[in-house]
């Protein structure tokens, strides 16, 4: 049963086949590191700064040890069962209360684990929370272009492409679009992330 105002004050651990998700903590943050090193991660997530000093860790482990504090946004860390590691994170925030909204963002320590189904387990695991427990009505995502493997995830589990910011992103002398994909309570209700399996 969805509570009357939307929060993210709980943080669940959710568990799924291969991984499970559970708050983010300090011992996490070496993945974080990895994760926004990886040339590959910084490309498809569009960012720009580059961690350079060897404070950078301490900064992860400070932030992931503050993400607790925060009822407007839930931060998690994808688990490979198998192995117990930190393999990614999946976050929602930019809560809209009052419109039981909020947007999504998935991101993986790099190539090593991609392809291994892990993202798209996640995303189902973290939408099925928003949906049911929390009672979001909307979750909102933006893709780049260069990114095609992530959009298919994100259709493949429900998402919508609805509409385009052409040009939003400068990327090594390219301009590049990003999609904006979303996802209602009334479409996850009817496929619970598995629309080709529903229609």
Not at 1 to 16: E, N, R, Y
Not at 134 to 144: A, D, N, P, S
């Amino acid at each position: 049963m969805a509570s009357l105002v939307p929060s993210f004050a709980v943080k669940p651990t959710l568990v799924g086949e291969r991984v499970l998700l559970r708050p983010v903590a300090a011992e996490d943050a070496a993945g974080l590191v990895e994760m926004l090193n990886d040339p590959e991660v910084r490309r498809l997530t569009g960012t720009h700064s580059q961690a350079s000093s060897g404070a950078e860790l301490e900064r992860a482990e400070q932030w992931y040890s503050s993400r607790a504090g925060y009822d407007n946004r839930l931060d998690l860390a994808i688990v490979e069962q198998r192995t117990n590691s930190y393999v990614g994170e999946v976050v929602l925030n930019e809560l809209d209360a009052d419109n039981r909204s909020c947007s999504f963002r998935i991101a993986l320590v790099g190539p090593r684990v991609f392809g291994r189904g892990y993202g798209t387990e996640a995303t189902r695991l973290v939408l099925s929370y928003a949906f049911g427990a929390v009672g979001m009505h909307r979750v909102t995502l933006e893709v780049f272009a260069f990114n095609p493997r992530a959009q298919h995830v994100y259709e493949q589990v429900g998402f919508v492409h609805e509409g385009t910011k052409r040009q939003a992103l400068h990327w090594q002398g390219d301009w590049v679009d990003a999609h904006l994909m979303a996802l209602l309570a009334e479409d996850w209700s009817a496929h619970r992330g598995h629309p080709r399996l529903s229609g």
